[in-house]
């Protein structure tokens, strides 16, 4: 019995009222039944509980991490252990083994996928092809991934329909803003133990995820800039109160750098020349990529760990740079993640997407598909009768009103 990770999933279980009712359903339904599902995902509390209520369907569920540092170790071990999940993850592994583990989940030729950034989709369409051959379809979890999914149904070597969940209102909405908001805040305070109130930040890219990390860190008490490349973006920063420059001039004024923008070299080494020494740069982007560290670990004169999960890199100009948990997302590699109530919302798109699949595939074209307003619309539904909360209804006269064009004054 693993005790600390069954603590967890405990804990997330009992904070995850969508979910919970959702796999009341599936247990009594079993909408997998005979199907295995391989996923790609960030092995913690809450992924477990998509596990176990994928697997109260009826699935045969394996799980790998999507990401080396991002998984929780005595979460592994109790999935392992206590549920008989076939799980293939550890916090901190190189990057063979990080693809051996891919290619493990990828070994039980899986007839759904579940992936969070692309990368086993990715294998399934290239050195993994022959793991295809059971694959109905799929969905993916996050920004960066779908525009690889895009790119591959431009190219028009998408094999298998796949289901856009971060496009799903009642994923990115939340997910990416409040909960990328508040668990960014939370990784960086524990790598580093340093105050926000009166530093100056700069956020780079205002989409879902920079909004929120913008709109947390102002909360804490920080002077914010924002750095985009989109124009009615930044015209939004502005609007809502920030100030807007380029990444080579904000960097120079900034205590701490933080990207979400799904772009690689958002931070060259040429924008750490002109930093403030002592700077600290983190990314909550998929991949770390947006900050150069590869650049850095090349250029750089000296580097050394200054704590457990900060990297300090001593540049040719005398300056250093203080880099967390080597550029890889702060929130889940030095961070718990998203908190339960949000991924409750958006693991509940992920299950009734896979279940919709399951039961439509054979209706869906080898695209990117939105997922159905419904799953949508009920997802919203659960959750606001999980809260007790109650929503008015229109009136007859009122859908009568709605479809006149002749009414009013
Ligand atoms: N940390 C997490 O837990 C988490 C959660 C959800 C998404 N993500 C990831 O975060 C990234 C952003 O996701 P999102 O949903 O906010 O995407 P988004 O598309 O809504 O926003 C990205 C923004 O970055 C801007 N941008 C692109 N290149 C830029 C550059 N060079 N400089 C400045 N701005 C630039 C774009 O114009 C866009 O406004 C993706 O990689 C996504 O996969 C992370």
Avoid at 161 to 174: E, G, I, R, S, Y
Avoid at 314 to 321: A, C
Avoid at 391 to 397: P, T
């Amino acid at each position: 019995m693993s005790t600390e990770g069954q603590l967890k999933l405990e804990w997330a279980r009992e904070h995850m009222p969508v979910c919970n009712l959702i796999s009341e359903r599936f247990r009594s339904e079993k909408p997998f039944k005979g199907l295995r599902i391989s996923m790609a995902l960030h092995v913690e509390a809450k992924t477990g509980i998509l596990a176990l209520i994928l697997k109260e369907g009826g699935a045969d569920v394996s799980l790998a991490s999507c990401n080396p540092l991002s998984s929780d170790d005595s979460v592994v071990s109790a999935l392992r252990n206590n549920h008989g999940i076939d799980v293939h993850a550890k916090k901190g592994i190189d990057e063979d083994t990080y693809y051996k583990y891919l290619n493990t989940v990828l070994d039980r030729k899986p007839h759904l996928v579940i992936d969070d950034g692309g990368d086993l989709v990715k294998m399934l369409h290239t050195n993994r092809t022959d793991a295809s051959v059971n694959v109905l379809g799929g969905n993916e979890e996050t920004t960066t991934g779908i525009v690889r999914l895009r790119a591959m149904e431009k190219d028009g070597i998408l094999k298998f329909p796949m289901f856009d969940v971060n496009d799903a209102m009642m994923k990115h909405l939340f997910d990416n803003r409040y909960g990328t908001g508040q668990s960014t805040l939370d990784g960086f305070m524990h790598a580093t133990n340093l105050l926000i109130a009166g530093k100056k930040i700069v956020v780079a890219g205002y989409g879902y995820c920079g909004r929120g990390i913008a709109m947390r860190m102002r909360g804490m008490g920080g002077i914010v800039t924002v750095t985009e490349i989109d124009p009615v973006k930044a015209v939004e920063a502005v609007m809502d109160g920030y100030t807007v420059a380029r990444m080579n001039d904000a960097i120079r004024d900034a205590d701490i750098v933080v990207t979400a923008t799904g772009m690689k070299d958002v931070v060259s080494y040429d924008d750490m020349l002109v930093a403030r020494n002592g700077i600290v740069l983190c990314n909550s982007g998929h991949f770390n990529n947006e900050i150069s560290v590869s650049e850095l670990n090349k250029r750089a004169i000296w580097k050394g760990e200054v704590r457990s999960e900060v990297r300090r890199y001593k540049l040719d100009n005398g300056n250093t740079v203080n880099v967390i948990s080597d550029g890889r997302l702060v929130n889940l590699a030095s961070g718990q993640g998203h908190p339960v109530e949000i991924m409750d919302m958006s693991f509940a798109i992920q299950a009734l997407s896979a279940e919709y699949m399951a039961k439509h595939h054979a209706e869906m074209q080898p695209r990117v598909h939105q997922i159905p307003a419904v799953i949508d619309d009920s997802v919203a539904r659960i959750k606001l009768e999980s809260l007790k909360l109650k929503l008015d209804s229109l009136s007859e006269s009122q859908v009568d009103y709605m479809n006149s064009w002749g009414e009013g004054t």
